[in-house]
Protein backbone atom coordinates (compact mmCIF):
# COMPACT_ATOMS: atom_id res chain seq x y z
CA UNK A 1 0.00 0.00 0.00
CA UNK A 2 1.54 3.49 -0.50
CA UNK A 3 2.35 5.14 1.93
CA UNK A 4 0.64 8.39 2.49
CA UNK A 5 2.39 12.16 0.85
CA UNK A 6 3.71 14.61 3.27
CA UNK A 7 1.28 17.77 3.03
CA UNK A 8 3.33 20.22 0.87
CA UNK A 9 5.25 17.79 -0.67
CA UNK A 10 5.86 16.77 -4.50
CA UNK A 11 6.45 13.75 -6.48
CA UNK A 12 8.53 14.29 -9.66
CA UNK A 13 7.05 13.46 -12.90
CA UNK A 14 10.09 10.70 -13.48
CA UNK A 15 8.50 8.50 -10.69
CA UNK A 16 8.80 4.98 -10.07
CA UNK A 17 9.93 3.91 -14.35
CA UNK A 18 12.68 6.43 -14.57
CA UNK A 19 16.21 5.76 -14.82
CA UNK A 20 16.46 8.89 -12.48
CA UNK A 21 13.87 7.76 -10.35
CA UNK A 22 16.85 6.76 -7.47
CA UNK A 23 17.75 10.62 -7.47
CA UNK A 24 13.96 11.46 -7.19
CA UNK A 25 13.73 14.28 -4.88
CA UNK A 26 10.21 14.69 -2.40
CA UNK A 27 11.01 17.73 -0.14
CA UNK A 28 8.76 19.77 1.89
CA UNK A 29 7.78 23.44 -0.17
CA UNK A 30 9.60 26.23 0.38
CA UNK A 31 12.73 24.50 1.60
CA UNK A 32 15.21 24.29 -1.69
CA UNK A 33 12.85 26.97 -3.92
CA UNK A 34 13.66 29.79 -2.12
CA UNK A 35 17.84 29.06 -2.06
CA UNK A 36 17.35 28.91 -5.72
CA UNK A 37 15.22 31.70 -6.32
CA UNK A 38 18.25 33.86 -4.49
CA UNK A 39 20.45 31.53 -6.89
CA UNK A 40 18.89 32.45 -9.97
CA UNK A 41 18.77 36.29 -9.53
CA UNK A 42 16.84 38.81 -11.16
CA UNK A 43 18.45 37.86 -14.90
CA UNK A 44 17.12 34.37 -14.52
CA UNK A 45 13.41 34.85 -15.26
CA UNK A 46 12.33 31.40 -16.37
CA UNK A 47 14.12 29.51 -13.58
CA UNK A 48 13.23 31.90 -10.64
CA UNK A 49 9.16 31.58 -12.17
CA UNK A 50 9.67 27.68 -12.31
CA UNK A 51 11.05 27.65 -8.63
CA UNK A 52 8.95 29.84 -7.67
CA UNK A 53 6.12 27.02 -8.05
CA UNK A 54 7.73 24.49 -6.40
CA UNK A 55 7.10 21.83 -8.71
CA UNK A 56 9.71 23.66 -11.06
CA UNK A 57 12.14 24.09 -8.53
CA UNK A 58 12.82 20.13 -7.98
CA UNK A 59 12.75 19.69 -11.72
CA UNK A 60 15.43 22.40 -11.91
CA UNK A 61 16.94 20.38 -9.54
CA UNK A 62 16.73 17.16 -10.69
CA UNK A 63 17.73 18.89 -14.41
CA UNK A 64 20.45 20.19 -12.60
CA UNK A 65 21.37 17.09 -10.97
CA UNK A 66 21.23 15.28 -14.77
CA UNK A 67 23.38 17.93 -16.06
CA UNK A 68 26.10 17.36 -13.43
CA UNK A 69 25.81 13.75 -13.63
CA UNK A 70 26.10 13.64 -17.86
CA UNK A 71 29.31 16.01 -17.46
CA UNK A 72 30.78 13.82 -14.86
CA UNK A 73 30.44 11.02 -17.34
CA UNK A 74 31.75 12.71 -20.55
CA UNK A 75 34.20 14.04 -18.02
CA UNK A 76 35.43 9.76 -17.16
CA UNK A 77 34.58 9.24 -20.78
CA UNK A 78 37.20 11.65 -21.77
CA UNK A 79 39.70 10.94 -19.32
CA UNK A 80 39.24 6.85 -19.91
CA UNK A 81 39.93 7.40 -23.41
CA UNK A 82 43.30 8.98 -22.76
CA UNK A 83 44.03 6.47 -20.53
CA UNK A 84 42.89 3.69 -22.91
CA UNK A 85 44.87 5.44 -25.74
CA UNK A 86 47.90 5.31 -23.35
CA UNK A 87 47.66 2.16 -21.43
CA UNK A 88 45.56 -0.58 -24.04
CA UNK A 89 47.20 -2.27 -26.90
CA UNK A 90 46.43 -1.54 -30.33
CA UNK A 91 45.08 -5.30 -30.57
CA UNK A 92 42.90 -4.61 -27.10
CA UNK A 93 41.82 -0.55 -28.50
CA UNK A 94 40.65 -2.38 -32.19
CA UNK A 95 38.31 -5.08 -30.31
CA UNK A 96 37.09 -2.62 -28.00
CA UNK A 97 35.71 -0.58 -31.67
CA UNK A 98 35.13 -3.47 -33.04
CA UNK A 99 32.92 -4.32 -30.21
CA UNK A 100 31.21 -1.03 -30.12
CA UNK A 101 30.46 -1.02 -34.02
CA UNK A 102 29.11 -4.35 -34.05
CA UNK A 103 26.32 -3.24 -31.01
CA UNK A 104 25.75 -0.23 -32.30
CA UNK A 105 25.12 -2.01 -35.48
CA UNK A 106 22.69 -4.64 -33.77
CA UNK A 107 21.14 -2.44 -31.40
CA UNK A 108 18.66 -0.14 -32.63
CA UNK A 109 20.23 3.61 -31.67
CA UNK A 110 18.40 6.32 -31.58
CA UNK A 111 14.89 4.85 -31.31
CA UNK A 112 13.87 5.13 -35.04
CA UNK A 113 12.08 2.77 -36.90
CA UNK A 114 15.40 1.00 -38.34
CA UNK A 115 14.70 -0.47 -41.75
CA UNK A 116 16.56 -3.27 -43.51
CA UNK A 117 17.67 -4.00 -47.23
CA UNK A 118 19.15 -7.29 -48.14
CA UNK A 119 21.59 -8.01 -50.83
CA UNK A 120 22.01 -11.41 -52.11
CA UNK A 121 25.05 -13.01 -54.15
CA UNK A 122 23.37 -11.65 -57.45
CA UNK A 123 20.79 -13.81 -57.85
CA UNK A 124 19.11 -14.82 -61.13
CA UNK A 125 19.31 -11.08 -62.36
CA UNK A 126 21.97 -8.71 -62.07
CA UNK A 127 22.97 -6.97 -58.59
CA UNK A 128 24.70 -4.06 -59.73
CA UNK A 129 24.15 -2.63 -56.21
CA UNK A 130 25.25 -5.75 -54.52
CA UNK A 131 29.20 -5.61 -56.69
CA UNK A 132 28.88 -1.72 -56.17
CA UNK A 133 28.24 -2.67 -52.50
CA UNK A 134 32.01 -4.41 -52.02
CA UNK A 135 34.07 -2.16 -53.54
CA UNK A 136 32.64 0.87 -51.98
CA UNK A 137 32.89 -1.30 -48.33
CA UNK A 138 36.21 -2.40 -49.58
CA UNK A 139 37.40 1.20 -49.66
CA UNK A 140 35.64 2.00 -47.04
CA UNK A 141 37.06 -0.55 -44.30
CA UNK A 142 39.14 0.04 -41.82
CA UNK A 143 41.17 -2.57 -40.75
CA UNK A 144 41.91 -1.46 -37.28
CA UNK A 145 38.30 -1.46 -36.36
CA UNK A 146 37.54 -5.23 -37.67
CA UNK A 147 38.51 -7.90 -35.36
CA UNK A 148 37.66 -9.80 -38.48
CA UNK A 149 38.13 -8.70 -41.77
CA UNK A 150 38.42 -10.56 -45.74
CA UNK A 151 41.24 -9.99 -47.77
CA UNK A 152 42.10 -10.64 -51.62
CA UNK A 153 45.43 -9.79 -52.96
CA UNK A 154 44.72 -8.97 -56.87
CA UNK A 155 47.09 -8.53 -59.36
CA UNK A 156 47.92 -4.58 -60.37
CA UNK A 157 49.98 -2.24 -61.93
CA UNK A 158 50.80 1.32 -60.57
CA UNK A 159 50.03 4.69 -62.07
CA UNK A 160 53.63 4.08 -63.68
CA UNK A 161 52.68 0.90 -64.94
CA UNK A 162 54.95 -0.90 -62.79
CA UNK A 163 53.24 -4.61 -61.93
CA UNK A 164 52.08 -5.21 -58.22
CA UNK A 165 49.54 -6.13 -56.16
CA UNK A 166 46.46 -4.62 -54.65
CA UNK A 167 44.54 -5.09 -51.98
CA UNK A 168 41.12 -5.89 -51.64
CA UNK A 169 39.31 -6.15 -48.23
CA UNK A 170 35.16 -7.17 -47.73
CA UNK A 171 33.10 -8.25 -44.66
CA UNK A 172 33.58 -11.61 -43.57
CA UNK A 173 30.36 -13.26 -42.98
CA UNK A 174 28.79 -12.48 -39.44
CA UNK A 175 30.72 -9.38 -39.51
CA UNK A 176 29.66 -5.44 -39.73
CA UNK A 177 30.59 -2.17 -39.87
CA UNK A 178 28.82 1.59 -39.64
CA UNK A 179 28.99 3.95 -42.04
CA UNK A 180 28.20 7.69 -41.47
CA UNK A 181 26.34 9.84 -44.51
CA UNK A 182 25.17 13.12 -44.07
CA UNK A 183 25.74 12.73 -40.38
CA UNK A 184 23.22 9.29 -40.44
CA UNK A 185 24.33 6.05 -39.71
CA UNK A 186 23.96 2.76 -41.99
CA UNK A 187 24.73 -0.12 -40.31
CA UNK A 188 26.07 -2.91 -43.34
CA UNK A 189 26.23 -6.48 -42.04
CA UNK A 190 27.14 -9.45 -44.09
CA UNK A 191 25.18 -12.35 -42.65
CA UNK A 192 24.91 -16.20 -44.48
CA UNK A 193 22.19 -17.13 -46.37
CA UNK A 194 19.13 -19.21 -45.23
CA UNK A 195 19.94 -22.44 -46.48
CA UNK A 196 18.69 -23.31 -49.86
CA UNK A 197 19.61 -19.97 -51.05
CA UNK A 198 16.95 -19.42 -53.22
CA UNK A 199 18.87 -19.86 -56.47
CA UNK A 200 21.50 -17.74 -55.07
CA UNK A 201 25.02 -17.96 -57.08
CA UNK A 202 27.65 -19.78 -54.87
CA UNK A 203 30.24 -16.61 -53.69
CA UNK A 204 32.80 -16.47 -56.68
CA UNK A 205 36.82 -16.99 -55.91
CA UNK A 206 37.79 -14.67 -54.13
CA UNK A 207 35.24 -13.42 -52.58
CA UNK A 208 33.52 -13.61 -49.09
CA UNK A 209 32.90 -17.34 -48.71
CA UNK A 210 35.45 -18.77 -50.46
CA UNK A 211 36.40 -20.86 -48.16
CA UNK A 212 33.27 -23.63 -48.27
CA UNK A 213 30.51 -23.49 -50.01
CA UNK A 214 28.44 -20.63 -48.42
CA UNK A 215 25.91 -17.88 -50.10
CA UNK A 216 25.88 -14.43 -48.04
CA UNK A 217 23.38 -11.13 -47.86
CA UNK A 218 24.76 -7.85 -47.58
CA UNK A 219 22.02 -6.37 -45.41
CA UNK A 220 21.92 -2.25 -44.89
CA UNK A 221 19.97 -0.52 -41.69
CA UNK A 222 19.29 2.46 -41.59
CA UNK A 223 15.97 4.38 -39.84
CA UNK A 224 16.40 7.26 -42.75
CA UNK A 225 14.54 8.35 -45.47
CA UNK A 226 17.40 9.32 -47.30
CA UNK A 227 18.68 5.86 -47.76
CA UNK A 228 17.24 5.06 -51.14
CA UNK A 229 16.81 8.26 -52.37
CA UNK A 230 20.65 9.61 -51.68
CA UNK A 231 23.47 7.50 -50.02
CA UNK A 232 22.68 4.26 -52.20
CA UNK A 233 23.29 6.64 -55.16
CA UNK A 234 26.32 7.78 -53.23
CA UNK A 235 27.50 4.64 -52.98
CA UNK A 236 26.91 3.45 -56.82
CA UNK A 237 28.91 6.81 -57.82
CA UNK A 238 31.81 5.88 -55.24
CA UNK A 239 31.96 2.43 -56.02
CA UNK A 240 32.06 3.78 -59.95
CA UNK A 241 35.02 6.46 -58.92
CA UNK A 242 37.23 3.12 -57.22
CA UNK A 243 36.24 1.35 -59.94
CA UNK A 244 38.22 3.83 -62.46
CA UNK A 245 40.94 4.78 -60.03
CA UNK A 246 42.40 0.86 -59.97
CA UNK A 247 41.12 -0.19 -63.08
CA UNK A 248 44.20 -1.00 -65.88
CA UNK A 249 43.86 0.92 -68.64
CA UNK A 250 43.65 -0.14 -71.95
CA UNK A 251 44.87 0.57 -75.38
CA UNK A 252 43.21 -0.42 -78.36
CA UNK A 253 44.37 -0.67 -81.89
CA UNK A 254 42.27 -1.61 -84.86
CA UNK A 255 43.15 -3.58 -87.79
CA UNK A 256 40.00 -3.61 -90.18
CA UNK A 257 36.78 -3.72 -88.41
CA UNK A 258 38.03 -5.03 -85.19
CA UNK A 259 39.57 -3.24 -82.03
CA UNK A 260 42.74 -5.20 -80.04
CA UNK A 261 43.06 -4.42 -76.71
CA UNK A 262 46.43 -4.46 -74.52
CA UNK A 263 47.07 -2.92 -71.52
CA UNK A 264 48.43 0.73 -71.61
CA UNK A 265 51.02 1.94 -69.63
CA UNK A 266 52.55 4.63 -71.32
CA UNK A 267 54.35 6.88 -68.48
CA UNK A 268 53.55 10.00 -69.67
CA UNK A 269 51.64 12.43 -67.13
CA UNK A 270 50.86 15.86 -66.50
CA UNK A 271 54.29 15.94 -64.11
CA UNK A 272 56.30 14.33 -66.84
CA UNK A 273 54.88 16.65 -69.48
CA UNK A 274 57.65 19.52 -70.45
CA UNK A 275 55.83 22.29 -71.54
CA UNK A 276 54.12 25.94 -70.86
CA UNK A 277 52.49 25.67 -67.03
CA UNK A 278 49.47 27.83 -67.60
CA UNK A 279 48.67 25.89 -70.74
CA UNK A 280 49.07 22.61 -68.87
CA UNK A 281 46.79 23.98 -65.95
CA UNK A 282 44.09 25.16 -68.70
CA UNK A 283 43.96 21.63 -70.16
CA UNK A 284 43.98 19.73 -66.57
CA UNK A 285 41.39 22.28 -65.79
CA UNK A 286 39.16 21.58 -69.18
CA UNK A 287 39.61 18.12 -68.92
CA UNK A 288 38.09 18.02 -65.43
CA UNK A 289 35.36 20.86 -65.89
CA UNK A 290 34.50 18.12 -68.83
CA UNK A 291 34.97 15.03 -66.40
CA UNK A 292 32.44 16.58 -63.89
CA UNK A 293 29.53 17.68 -66.52
CA UNK A 294 27.39 14.67 -66.80
CA UNK A 295 24.32 16.65 -65.81
CA UNK A 296 25.57 19.56 -67.49
CA UNK A 297 25.73 18.23 -71.01
CA UNK A 298 22.22 15.89 -70.51
CA UNK A 299 20.34 19.36 -69.43
CA UNK A 300 21.79 21.39 -72.38
CA UNK A 301 20.64 18.24 -74.76
CA UNK A 302 24.43 17.71 -76.00
CA UNK A 303 26.61 14.94 -76.56
CA UNK A 304 29.15 14.43 -73.54
CA UNK A 305 32.11 14.31 -75.97
CA UNK A 306 35.01 17.06 -76.40
CA UNK A 307 37.55 17.06 -79.00
CA UNK A 308 41.15 18.42 -78.81
CA UNK A 309 43.45 19.09 -81.96
CA UNK A 310 47.35 19.28 -80.68
CA UNK A 311 49.58 20.50 -83.29
CA UNK A 312 52.69 21.39 -83.60
CA UNK A 313 56.54 20.39 -85.01
CA UNK A 314 57.52 16.75 -84.64
CA UNK A 315 58.77 15.35 -81.35
CA UNK A 316 57.19 18.53 -79.02
CA UNK A 317 54.82 15.87 -77.01
CA UNK A 318 51.48 15.37 -78.55
CA UNK A 319 51.47 11.93 -78.59
CA UNK A 320 52.76 12.10 -75.17
CA UNK A 321 49.65 14.60 -74.27
CA UNK A 322 47.32 12.59 -75.67
CA UNK A 323 48.77 9.47 -72.86
CA UNK A 324 48.98 11.93 -70.13
CA UNK A 325 45.55 12.89 -70.93
CA UNK A 326 43.92 9.02 -70.97
CA UNK A 327 46.11 8.70 -67.53
CA UNK A 328 44.53 11.89 -65.96
CA UNK A 329 41.01 10.92 -66.93
CA UNK A 330 41.46 7.17 -66.52
CA UNK A 331 40.29 6.46 -69.68
CA UNK A 332 40.92 3.77 -72.16
CA UNK A 333 42.63 5.07 -75.53
CA UNK A 334 41.68 3.80 -79.05
CA UNK A 335 44.57 4.50 -81.38
CA UNK A 336 42.53 4.64 -84.75
CA UNK A 337 44.62 3.85 -87.45
CA UNK A 338 43.61 5.34 -91.11
CA UNK A 339 46.70 4.26 -92.61
CA UNK A 340 45.11 3.29 -96.34
CA UNK A 341 47.57 0.97 -97.16
CA UNK A 342 47.00 -1.39 -93.82
CA UNK A 343 43.29 -1.66 -92.62
CA UNK A 344 41.08 0.17 -95.09
CA UNK A 345 42.62 -0.69 -98.25
CA UNK A 346 40.07 -3.74 -99.23
CA UNK A 347 37.00 -2.46 -97.43
CA UNK A 348 34.18 0.09 -97.51
CA UNK A 349 35.95 2.85 -95.82
CA UNK A 350 33.08 4.00 -93.74
CA UNK A 351 31.43 1.39 -93.01
CA UNK A 352 34.92 0.00 -91.47
CA UNK A 353 34.72 3.51 -89.59
CA UNK A 354 31.38 2.95 -88.49
CA UNK A 355 32.16 -0.44 -86.61
CA UNK A 356 35.03 0.90 -85.48
CA UNK A 357 33.65 4.11 -83.58
CA UNK A 358 30.11 2.21 -82.46
CA UNK A 359 32.54 -0.30 -80.76
CA UNK A 360 34.58 2.11 -78.47
CA UNK A 361 33.92 1.65 -75.05
CA UNK A 362 32.62 4.79 -73.06
CA UNK A 363 34.97 6.61 -71.33
CA UNK A 364 37.57 6.96 -73.90
CA UNK A 365 39.40 8.79 -76.04
CA UNK A 366 39.98 8.53 -79.92
CA UNK A 367 43.12 9.65 -81.41
CA UNK A 368 43.73 9.64 -84.80
CA UNK A 369 47.21 10.88 -85.39
CA UNK A 370 48.66 12.74 -87.88
CA UNK A 371 45.30 13.55 -89.33
CA UNK A 372 46.37 15.73 -92.29
CA UNK A 373 48.42 12.92 -93.73
CA UNK A 374 45.88 10.54 -93.38
CA UNK A 375 43.35 12.92 -95.43
CA UNK A 376 46.49 13.53 -97.69
CA UNK A 377 46.90 9.65 -98.38
CA UNK A 378 43.16 9.75 -98.80
CA UNK A 379 43.09 12.05 -101.42
CA UNK A 380 46.08 11.02 -103.28
CA UNK A 381 44.56 7.49 -103.80
CA UNK A 382 41.35 8.69 -104.90
CA UNK A 383 41.51 10.35 -108.47
CA UNK A 384 38.01 9.04 -109.18
CA UNK A 385 36.46 12.03 -106.64
CA UNK A 386 36.35 15.20 -107.44
CA UNK A 387 38.54 17.32 -105.12
CA UNK A 388 36.75 19.46 -103.18
CA UNK A 389 37.63 23.11 -102.69
CA UNK A 390 37.50 22.78 -98.85
CA UNK A 391 34.77 24.54 -98.55
CA UNK A 392 32.45 23.75 -95.52
CA UNK A 393 28.91 23.48 -96.98
CA UNK A 394 30.49 21.14 -99.78
CA UNK A 395 32.36 19.07 -97.50
CA UNK A 396 28.84 18.66 -95.73
CA UNK A 397 26.76 18.13 -98.86
CA UNK A 398 29.34 15.18 -99.77
CA UNK A 399 29.19 13.73 -96.43
CA UNK A 400 25.54 13.27 -96.25
CA UNK A 401 24.95 12.21 -99.37
CA UNK A 402 27.66 9.59 -100.24
CA UNK A 403 30.13 8.81 -97.86
CA UNK A 404 28.44 5.88 -95.81
CA UNK A 405 28.32 3.82 -99.32
CA UNK A 406 31.09 4.51 -101.29
CA UNK A 407 33.42 1.67 -100.99
CA UNK A 408 37.41 3.10 -100.71
CA UNK A 409 39.37 2.47 -103.68
CA UNK A 410 42.38 0.48 -103.38
CA UNK A 411 45.70 3.01 -102.66
CA UNK A 412 48.14 3.56 -105.76
CA UNK A 413 51.48 1.74 -105.58
CA UNK A 414 53.38 4.34 -104.97
CA UNK A 415 51.06 5.64 -102.00
CA UNK A 416 53.19 6.39 -98.69
CA UNK A 417 51.64 7.14 -95.56
CA UNK A 418 54.09 8.25 -92.43
CA UNK A 419 53.78 4.69 -91.09
CA UNK A 420 55.86 3.38 -94.27
CA UNK A 421 58.37 5.46 -93.84
CA UNK A 422 59.86 4.65 -90.98
CA UNK A 423 59.15 6.52 -87.90
CA UNK A 424 58.07 5.16 -84.39
CA UNK A 425 54.67 5.84 -83.84
CA UNK A 426 51.74 4.25 -85.76
CA UNK A 427 51.92 7.47 -88.26
CA UNK A 428 55.02 8.49 -88.59
CA UNK A 429 56.89 9.90 -91.27
CA UNK A 430 58.95 13.07 -92.41
CA UNK A 431 56.82 15.41 -92.60
CA UNK A 432 58.10 17.57 -95.29
CA UNK A 433 58.09 14.87 -97.47
CA UNK A 434 55.28 14.15 -100.40
CA UNK A 435 52.62 16.71 -98.79
CA UNK A 436 54.30 20.21 -99.60
CA UNK A 437 52.13 20.32 -102.80
CA UNK A 438 48.67 19.99 -101.22
CA UNK A 439 47.98 23.31 -99.03
CA UNK A 440 44.17 22.47 -98.13
CA UNK A 441 43.71 18.94 -97.79
CA UNK A 442 40.56 18.26 -99.81
CA UNK A 443 37.80 16.17 -97.93
CA UNK A 444 36.70 13.40 -99.41
CA UNK A 445 34.01 10.69 -98.55
CA UNK A 446 36.46 8.77 -95.98
CA UNK A 447 36.55 12.16 -93.93
CA UNK A 448 33.83 13.30 -94.54
CA UNK A 449 32.54 10.31 -92.82
CA UNK A 450 34.79 10.41 -90.16
CA UNK A 451 33.31 14.17 -89.32
CA UNK A 452 29.89 12.61 -89.47
CA UNK A 453 30.52 10.50 -86.87
CA UNK A 454 32.42 13.29 -85.01
CA UNK A 455 28.76 14.91 -85.46
CA UNK A 456 26.31 12.36 -85.22
CA UNK A 457 26.45 8.46 -84.83
CA UNK A 458 30.20 8.17 -82.46
CA UNK A 459 28.65 11.08 -80.86
CA UNK A 460 25.62 9.38 -79.26
CA UNK A 461 26.34 5.86 -79.17
CA UNK A 462 28.15 6.62 -76.31
CA UNK A 463 29.30 8.81 -72.98
CA UNK A 464 31.83 10.94 -71.62
CA UNK A 465 34.38 10.62 -75.26
CA UNK A 466 37.28 12.55 -76.17
CA UNK A 467 38.72 12.92 -79.59
CA UNK A 468 42.31 14.08 -80.09
CA UNK A 469 43.63 14.75 -83.48
CA UNK A 470 47.25 15.26 -84.00
CA UNK A 471 48.87 17.23 -86.90
CA UNK A 472 52.31 18.59 -87.68
CA UNK A 473 50.87 21.29 -89.93
CA UNK A 474 47.27 22.65 -89.01
CA UNK A 475 47.04 25.19 -91.50
CA UNK A 476 46.33 22.27 -93.82
CA UNK A 477 43.57 21.30 -92.12
CA UNK A 478 40.08 21.89 -93.69
CA UNK A 479 38.37 24.65 -91.39
CA UNK A 480 35.59 21.95 -91.22
CA UNK A 481 37.16 19.91 -88.87
CA UNK A 482 38.63 22.42 -86.60
CA UNK A 483 35.19 24.33 -86.17
CA UNK A 484 34.22 24.49 -82.28
CA UNK A 485 32.29 21.27 -81.66
CA UNK A 486 34.27 19.30 -82.95
CA UNK A 487 37.80 20.51 -82.27
CA UNK A 488 36.88 22.40 -78.82
CA UNK A 489 40.40 23.19 -77.77
CA UNK A 490 43.64 23.65 -80.13
CA UNK A 491 46.39 23.37 -78.29
CA UNK A 492 50.17 24.39 -79.67
CA UNK A 493 53.01 22.13 -78.45
CA UNK A 494 55.93 24.06 -79.21
CA UNK A 495 59.71 24.15 -78.99
CA UNK A 496 61.49 23.50 -75.93
CA UNK A 497 61.02 26.83 -73.76
CA UNK A 498 63.33 27.56 -70.24
CA UNK A 499 60.24 26.13 -68.34
CA UNK A 500 59.97 23.01 -70.17
CA UNK A 501 63.23 22.67 -69.93
CA UNK A 502 63.39 22.99 -66.43
CA UNK A 503 60.48 20.54 -66.32
CA UNK A 504 62.88 17.78 -68.38
CA UNK A 505 65.56 18.57 -65.61
CA UNK A 506 63.36 17.82 -62.87
CA UNK A 507 62.29 14.93 -64.22
CA UNK A 508 65.73 13.51 -64.91
CA UNK A 509 68.13 14.43 -62.13
CA UNK A 510 65.60 15.94 -59.26
CA UNK A 511 67.44 19.25 -59.40
CA UNK A 512 65.83 22.53 -59.85
CA UNK A 513 69.11 24.74 -60.04
CA UNK A 514 72.28 24.18 -62.01
CA UNK A 515 75.51 26.33 -62.31
CA UNK A 516 74.88 25.71 -66.41
CA UNK A 517 71.13 26.72 -66.11
CA UNK A 518 71.69 30.29 -67.45
CA UNK A 519 74.03 29.58 -70.35
CA UNK A 520 71.09 27.24 -71.39
CA UNK A 521 68.22 29.80 -70.72
CA UNK A 522 69.94 31.90 -72.93
CA UNK A 523 70.75 29.26 -75.86
CA UNK A 524 66.96 27.76 -75.13
CA UNK A 525 65.79 31.11 -75.97
CA UNK A 526 67.42 31.34 -79.53
CA UNK A 527 67.94 27.76 -80.59
CA UNK A 528 64.79 26.09 -81.85
CA UNK A 529 65.15 22.48 -80.21
CA UNK A 530 62.38 19.96 -79.76
CA UNK A 531 62.08 17.91 -76.34
CA UNK A 532 62.86 15.17 -77.50
CA UNK A 533 65.83 16.15 -78.59
CA UNK A 534 66.46 17.69 -75.19
CA UNK A 535 65.38 14.50 -73.62
CA UNK A 536 67.77 12.47 -75.66
CA UNK A 537 71.14 14.47 -74.59
CA UNK A 538 69.63 14.38 -70.98
CA UNK A 539 69.14 10.40 -71.19
CA UNK A 540 73.27 10.20 -71.70
CA UNK A 541 74.20 10.13 -68.57
CA UNK A 542 72.97 10.21 -64.28
CA UNK A 543 75.25 12.57 -63.77
CA UNK A 544 73.64 15.90 -64.19
CA UNK A 545 77.07 17.90 -64.83
CA UNK A 546 77.50 15.42 -67.75
CA UNK A 547 74.15 15.51 -69.48
CA UNK A 548 74.03 19.21 -68.81
CA UNK A 549 77.28 20.04 -70.58
CA UNK A 550 76.64 17.82 -73.93
CA UNK A 551 73.04 19.58 -73.97
CA UNK A 552 74.70 23.22 -73.70
CA UNK A 553 76.97 21.51 -76.75
CA UNK A 554 74.20 20.67 -78.78
CA UNK A 555 72.74 24.07 -78.49
CA UNK A 556 76.11 25.86 -79.29
CA UNK A 557 76.26 23.98 -82.51
CA UNK A 558 72.35 24.15 -83.06
CA UNK A 559 72.91 28.47 -82.43
CA UNK A 560 76.05 27.71 -85.44
CA UNK A 561 74.47 26.43 -88.13
CA UNK A 562 71.07 28.38 -87.68
CA UNK A 563 73.16 31.51 -87.52
CA UNK A 564 75.35 30.29 -91.37
CA UNK A 565 72.05 30.55 -93.63
CA UNK A 566 70.64 33.59 -91.48
CA UNK A 567 74.39 35.19 -92.56
CA UNK A 568 74.09 33.84 -95.81
CA UNK A 569 70.11 35.70 -96.21
CA UNK A 570 71.37 38.70 -95.13
CA UNK A 571 74.45 38.85 -97.38
CA UNK A 572 71.90 38.10 -100.47
CA UNK A 573 69.49 40.86 -99.38
CA UNK A 574 72.66 43.08 -99.35
CA UNK A 575 73.90 41.83 -102.67
CA UNK A 576 70.23 42.11 -103.92
CA UNK A 577 70.08 45.84 -103.03
CA UNK A 578 72.84 46.93 -104.33
CA UNK A 579 71.87 46.03 -107.42
N1 LIG B 1 56.69 18.01 -74.21
C1 LIG B 1 57.36 16.91 -73.89
N2 LIG B 1 57.52 16.58 -72.59
C2 LIG B 1 58.18 15.48 -72.25
N3 LIG B 1 58.72 14.64 -73.13
C3 LIG B 1 58.61 14.92 -74.43
C4 LIG B 1 57.90 16.07 -74.87
N4 LIG B 1 57.94 16.10 -76.19
C5 LIG B 1 58.60 15.02 -76.59
N5 LIG B 1 59.02 14.31 -75.55
C6 LIG B 1 59.83 13.07 -75.61
O1 LIG B 1 60.01 12.76 -76.97
C7 LIG B 1 59.37 11.53 -77.33
C8 LIG B 1 58.55 11.75 -78.62
O2 LIG B 1 57.50 12.65 -78.33
P1 LIG B 1 56.03 12.54 -78.94
O3 LIG B 1 55.92 11.30 -79.79
O4 LIG B 1 55.06 12.71 -77.86
O5 LIG B 1 56.04 13.80 -79.88
P2 LIG B 1 55.02 14.15 -81.05
O6 LIG B 1 54.86 15.61 -81.04
O7 LIG B 1 53.81 13.34 -80.93
O8 LIG B 1 55.82 13.73 -82.34
P3 LIG B 1 55.22 13.36 -83.80
O9 LIG B 1 54.59 14.55 -84.38
O10 LIG B 1 56.44 12.90 -84.54
O11 LIG B 1 54.24 12.25 -83.59
C9 LIG B 1 58.49 11.17 -76.17
O12 LIG B 1 58.50 9.80 -75.95
C10 LIG B 1 59.10 11.91 -75.00
O13 LIG B 1 60.08 11.11 -74.40
Known amino acids: MAEPRPAGAVLCPSDANSPLAGSRLVEPEGGRAGKNSARAGGGGKRLAGMEASGVGGQAMDAYRKALATAASAAAYAVIARGMARELLPPELRAAARWVLSALSTRLDVGGRERRTLAGGVGGREENILFDATRMYLASRLDPRAMRRLGLTL ?299 FIDGLWSTSGEERIIIFTTDYKDRLDPALLRPGRMDMHVYMGYCGWEAFRTLARNYFLVDDHELFPEIQALLAEVEVTPAAVSEKLLLSDDAGVALRGLKEFLEEKQQQQAVPEAKQSEEEAEAGKA
Not at 214 to 228: G, H, K, N, Q
Not at 409 to 430: E, H
Open 154 to 452: ARARDGDGRAGWRRVLFLEPGDSTVDVFEGDRFSWACIEAPSGGGGKKKARKGEPGTGGDRDFVLELSFDTDVAMDRYVPFVMGAAEEVEQRDRELKICMNEGRAWYRVSHHHPATFDTLAMDPALKRSIVADLDLFASRRDHYRRIGKAWKRGYLLYGPPGTGKSSLAAAMANHLRYDLFDLDLDLNLSFSHVNMNNSLQWLLVGMSNRSILVIEDIDCCCDAMSREDDKTPACTGDTAGVDDIGNGTALDSDAPLPPANSKSKKDQGSNSRLKSDPMEGRLESQLIPFLPPESGLLN
